[in-house]
């Protein structure tokens, strides 16, 4: 569905985006990722139509952004960071006017302004004035808009920015129910919403691509990965050194817990191995009472500082 080619943006001396490629099929929701600064946004506008790049190209579902933008974006919903609205207007309002600017009139458009007041839970408010809602709602008025037309391509730019909890959480769960129908590109840099929802991620720094990968291993990607947490009452040199001394590890980290608090250790493997049945086996021959022992997945907050702050070569393949 959607097949980018080697974009390239430079504004004046600076590269903000430096030869990205990259596809994605019906089906995948892919997390974008990368810290501020990195071409995330970008990206992103040169996709929908709203920045020419200054070299390469992409398409989406077969159109291409520069021979035919007007097609591209009758393919795309297109969720801006910090998304732009008319304020006087009530929320109905201005869903019926994107709308009619879609060029859906009479029943149609009144059929489509209330199916997305509904998948986006903006019933109690569909009358209220858009400058007096709070800034998660308006948030949630803008992504209803790019669902209006019922685009197969989604391309969603902090989608959950000021959302609270609650709100997050709905917005996900909307964004899952309509993944399997569609092309989702969702930017974020909360490391969270990537394992919540995504099939996919890339992370970019420097207005490069340096990691493409699915989530699982991108957390397997890190020193953590299978490592081993054990919380127990039971503390002391012995009980560490002998942790130590058990096949396969590498590391034993050692915290103290606080007054009636377990202590906690951190069984770090040689060469990412899964040690939680040698380790398991040992607790219960020795009999340790312990409250909590489990696998660590890795910490993917670990890895997207590593792979973002260091150098990046020339222009090698994307870790995969």
């Known amino acids: 569905m959607i097949e980018v080619k080697n974009l390239v943006k430079r504004f004046g001396a600076l590269t903000a985006v430096d030869g990205v490629s990259f596809s ?44 035919d933008p007007v097609g591209v ?20 309002e201005f869903l019926e006017f994107i709308a009619e600017v879609r060029g859906f009139l ?50 969603l730019d902090e989608p959950t920015d000021g959302l609270d909890p609650n709100q997050k959480h709905e917005m ?19 490391l969270e919403e990537m394992e919540a929802v995504c099939t996919r991620a890339i992370i970019i720094a420097r207005g490069r691509i ?35 001394g058990l096949p396969g590890v ?16 951190l069984i770090v493997p040689s060469e990412k191995r899964a040690i939680l049945p040698e380790v398991t086996r040992f607790l219960e021959a020795e009999r340790i009472p312990f409250d909590e022992v489990y696998a660590e997945r890795g910490h993917v907050d670990e890895v997207f500082r590593r792979v973002t702050s260091a150098a990046i070569p020339g222009r090698e393949e994307p870790t995969r």
Do not use: W
């Open 250 to 265: 590498a590391e034993v980290r050692f915290a103290p817990g606080d007054a009636g608090q377990d202590s906690r250790y």
């Open 73 to 92: 974006r009758e393919q795309i919903g297109y969720l801006p960071e910090s998304a732009p609205s008319y304020g006087e207007m009530t929320v109905v």
């Open 172 to 190: 996900r769960q909307v964004i899952r129910r309509m993944s399997a129908a569609k092309t989702i590109i969702l930017s974020t840099h909360i």
């Open 106 to 155: 009479g029943a149609e458009r009144g059929r489509r302004v209330d199916a997305v007041v509904e998948l986006t839970a903006l019933g109690a408010v569909r009358g209220q004035i858009i400058e007096t809602l709070s800034k998660g709602f308006r948030q949630r008025v803008c992504f209803a808009q790019a669902l209006l037309h019922d685009p197969p391509v989604l391309v």
């Open 24 to 67: 994605v099929g019906r089906g995948e929701v892919l997390g974008f990722l990368g810290p501020n600064g990195a071409g995330k946004s970008t990206t992103m506008k040169m996709l929908t139509c709203f920045l020419p790049p200054t070299d390469g190209t992409a398409t989406v579902g077969g159109k291409d952004i520069l021979t």
């Open 210 to 244: 340096v990691v493409d990968t699915t989530p699982a291993a991108l957390a397997a990607m890190s020193s953590l990965h299978n490592a081993v947490t054990l919380k127990t009452a039971q503390a002391g040199d012995a009980l560490l050194e002998r942790l130590r």
